[in-house]
C-alpha cells in the first residue's frame, strides 16, 4: 500500500475529445487501473460550473482525502463517481468502468453520501436489509457489519429513535454491507463523539489494510492528515492538489522559533540565522524564520546551537514548529472558509 | 426488477402503512357499504349528471349485490391508493433514501419498475382486503334491511365478485399510477399531493357540474367508471381505453424524467 510518489499521468491516449463524456476503456484498464481516474470532469448547472475540468487520480489501496471549502465541489464530484449526477463533459473510471456504466462497478462500492439517509419508520437491521434485498447481498451479512460499526444489539431499534452518532454508524455499515474494493464517504465523522471519531479512523485503516482503497471526503484537517495517505485539494470546481500526503507535507511551512536574553542580542542571533541562510523576520522577543529548502532540520538547528552558545549568546527559545495540514490547505487555498 | 420488487415489499411492512393505510382502507369501505344498504330503496333514485343511482332493494338481491358497496367504495379507495403511491416514491427525495437506492440498483428502469409493481401488489392484496370486509359487513345489512341474499352466493355471484374487484383493482391502480408519475415529475409531497388531490377532487366535480361531457375525458373520472363497471355517461370499455391510455402517457413521462434527471436530493 505505498501509493506514488508522483502523480502519473496515465492512458493518455484514453483522453476524451472537448465535450464527450465517455472514452473508450483501454485494454488492461479495469485490472491495473487507478481506483478512480478522471479527465476533465465538468458539472454545470446553468450558468453555475459546480466542477470544473476536474483530473483526479486516486491510486488503489490508498486511504485518499478529498478536501476542500464549502462549495468546493466535492459533493458534486462524488455524485457524479456514483452515477447520481450525469456529468456535462469529461470522462471518469471507477475500478476501471467508466462512469457512463456505473452498474458495473457499483456493486464493488459502499458509499455515504451527505448525511446518512434512511427510512424513518424501519429498525435498523430493516433499513439494511432493504438496502441488502435491493443490491443482492446476503441479508446473514447484517448482523456482522453491525457489529463493526458498533451497532450491535441496538439493530432491532426504529431508525428514528437513533441519535446522530448512530445514524452515522448506520451509515457507514450499509457502506460496508457489499464487502466493497472501494468506499467512498462523505464527511463519515460528522456527528461522531471523539472516541466514535478514533474507531472510525481505525475502521479506515482495517478496511484499507484488507487491501481497499477509501475515498473520503472531510473537513476535519487533523484527521485526515492521520488518517490519509492521498490526498486531492479542489477549490471552486478546480484540482489544487493531488498526491501524496507527505508531498504536500515536506519542506513549506516549518518554522524555526528561536529567543535570547537579553533580547537585545537578538540582531547577533539574527545574524547567526542569517550566516545559515535563513531569512528570518522578528515579532516581540521571538525570530521567525521558514525553514525551506532546509534538507537536515536537525542537523542544522544543532549548529546554530553550538554556534549561539560559542559566541555567548542564552537562547531561551530553539523550536522547530511544524506545519499542519491546516497551513498547507490554507497555504493552498488563501481564505479558503472551512466549517 | 425482482430484487427491487422484494426490496419495496420491505419498506411497505412498516407499520404506519400497515395500521395507517388499513384503518383509512377499512373505513373508506364500510362507509361506502353501509351507505349503499342504508341509502337503498325499493324504487331507487335515479342518476344525475353522472352520479350514482342509489340501489334499489331488487338490485341489491341481485347476483352482484354482495360487492355493490365494495364496488361504490373504488373511488374513495382509489384516493387511498393515490397517497400511497405518490407518497413512497416523494417519500425517497424527501428523505434522501432515492441516493442510496440507486448506489444499489444503478439501473434506473428496474429500480422504478420494480417499485411500481410491488406498489402494486400491496394494492391488490389491500383491495382483498377490501373486499373481504365489505362482503361481510353487507351480509348482515341486508339482513337488517330485509334483502335476500340467496342469489349472491350462486355461481352468476362469484363471477360477478370476481368482474367488481378486478375493476376496482383497475381503477384504484389507475389511481395510484397517476401518483406515481405526479410523484416522479414533481419530487415534492406536498406539491404532488396539492396538485393531485386539488384535481381529482374539487377541479374534476366543478368541471364535471358545468360540462356533462366531462365524464368522457377526465381522468379521475374515468377510473371512477372503470372501478363502478362504466357508468350512464361513459361505457366501460370507452373509460377502459381512455384509463388506459392516460396511465400508459403518465408512466412514460415519468419513466423518462426519472431515468434522465439528475438525483441530488
Request: charged share 15%; glycine share 12%; net charge positive.
Amino acid at each position: 500500500m505505498t501509493p506514488a510518489t508522483s502523480i502519473t499521468r496515465v492512458h493518455e491516449s484514453a483522453r476524451p475529445q472537448s465535450g464527450t463524456v465517455t472514452a473508450p476503456l483501454p485494454p488492461g484498464r479495469a485490472v491495473a487501473g487507478p481506483a478512480i481516474e478522471t479527465h476533465g470532469l465538468t458539472k454545470r448547472y446553468g450558468a453555475r460550473t459546480a466542477v470544473d475540468g476536474l483530473d483526479v487520480e486516486v491510486p488503489r489501496g490508498v486511504i485518499a482525502g478529498f478536501v476542500g471549502p464549502n462549495g468546493a465541489g466535492k459533493t458534486t464530484t462524488l455524485r457524479m463517481l456514483l452515477g447520481l449526477i450525469r456529468p456535462t463533459a469529461g470522462a471518469g473510471w471507477v475500478l476501471g468502468v467508466p462512469l457512463t456504466s456505473s452498474a458495473g462497478y457499483l456493486g464493488q462500492v459502499g458509499a455515504l453520501i451527505e448525511s446518512p439517509a434512511f427510512y424513518p419508520g424501519l429498525s435498523g437491521q430493516c433499513n439494511l436489509a432493504v438496502q441488502a434485498t435491493l443490491a443482492g447481498i446476503d441479508p446473514a451479512r447484517i448482523p456482522a457489519v453491525l457489529q463493526r460499526v458498533g451497532l450491535d444489539g441496538r439493530g432491532s431499534d426504529l431508525y428514528k429513535t437513533y441519535s446522530l452518532g448512530m445514524k452515522q454508524r448506520l451509515g457507514i455499515a450499509a457502506a460496508l454491507l457489499g464487502e466493497p474494493s472501494l468506499l467512498i464517504l462523505d464527511e463519515p465523522a460528522n456527528g461522531l463523539d471523539p472516541a466514535g471519531i478514533r474507531e472510525m479512523r481505525d475502521l479506515l485503516r482495517s478496511l484499507n489494510a484488507d487491501g481497499g482503497t477509501v475515498f473520503v471526503s472531510s473537513h476535519q484537517l487533523g484527521e485526515v492528515q492521520q488518517v490519509c495517505d492521498w490526498l486531492v485539494v479542489i477549490d471552486q470546481g478546480r484540482l489544487v492538489f493531488q498526491g501524496p500526503t507527505g508531498q504536500l507535507m515536506a519542506g513549506r511551512g516549518d518554522v524555526l522559533v528561536t529567543g535570547c536574553q537579553p533580547a537585545a542580542d537578538l540582531p547577533r542571533l539574527g545574524a547567526i540565522l542569517a550566516r545559515r541562510g535563513l531569512a528570518c523576520t522578528r515579532t516581540g522577543d521571538r525570530l521567525y524564520a521558514d525553514l525551506a529548502g532546509i534538507a537536515d532540520i536537525d542537523e542544522m538547528v544543532a549548529e546554530i546551537s553550538q554556534t549561539a552558545s560559542a559566541e555567548k549568546l542564552t537562547l531561551i527559545e530553539l523550536t522547530v514548529t511544524k506545519a499542519n495540514l491546516e497551513d498547507r490547505y490554507l497555504n493552498l487555498i488563501p481564505g479558503g472558509p472551512l466549517s | 426488477m425482482i430484487r427491487s420488487f422484494r426490496s419495496e415489499l420491505l419498506k411497505l411492512r412498516r407499520p404506519s402503512v400497515i395500521f395507517g393505510g388499513g384503518a383509512v382502507l377499512a373505513g373508506f369501505t364500510v362507509l361506502a357499504t353501509v351507505l349503499t344498504f342504508t341509502t337503498a330503496t325499493a324504487t331507487g333514485k335515479a342518476a344525475q349528471n353522472g352520479r350514482y343511482a342509489t340501489s334499489t332493494f331488487a338490485g341489491l338481491a341481485g347476483a352482484n349485490g354482495l360487492t355493490r358497496g365494495f364496488a361504490n367504495a373504488a373511488g374513495l379507495l382509489g384516493i387511498l391508493v393515490f397517497v400511497l403511491f405518490l407518497t413512497s416514491m416523494t417519500s425517497e427525495y424527501s428523505h434522501g433514501t432515492l441516493r442510496v437506492l440507486l448506489t444499489r440498483q444503478p439501473r434506473r428502469a428496474r429500480l422504478l419498475g420494480g417499485k411500481f409493481l410491488a406498489l402494486v401488489a400491496v394494492a391488490a392484496a389491500a383491495m382483498v382486503a377490501a373486499l373481504l370486509l365489505s362482503a361481510a359487513v353487507a351480509i348482515p345489512l341486508a339482513h337488517s334491511r330485509g334483502i335476500a341474499t340467496n342469489g349472491w352466493f350462486t355461481v352468476g355471484g362469484l363471477g360477478h365478485l370476481a368482474s367488481n374487484y378486478a375493476n376496482a383493482l383497475l381503477a384504484v391502480v389507475f389511481f395510484g399510477t397517476a401518483g406515481f408519475a405526479l410523484a416522479v415529475l414533481l419530487r415534492s409531497t406536498v406539491l404532488a399531493l396539492g396538485v393531485g388531490l386539488a384535481w381529482l377532487l374539487p377541479l374534476e366535480n366543478i368541471v364535471q357540474n358545468s360540462w356533462a361531457g366531462s365524464g368522457h375525458w377526465l381522468p379521475g373520472l374515468l377510473f371512477g367508471a372503470v372501478g363502478r363497471g362504466g357508468t350512464n355517461i361513459v361505457s366501460y370499455q370507452v373509460a377502459l381505453a381512455l384509463a388506459l391510455a392516460y396511465c400508459a402517457i403518465a408512466l412514460t413521462v415519468a419513466s423518462v424524467s426519472f431515468l434522465r434527471r439528475d438525483v441530488t436530493a
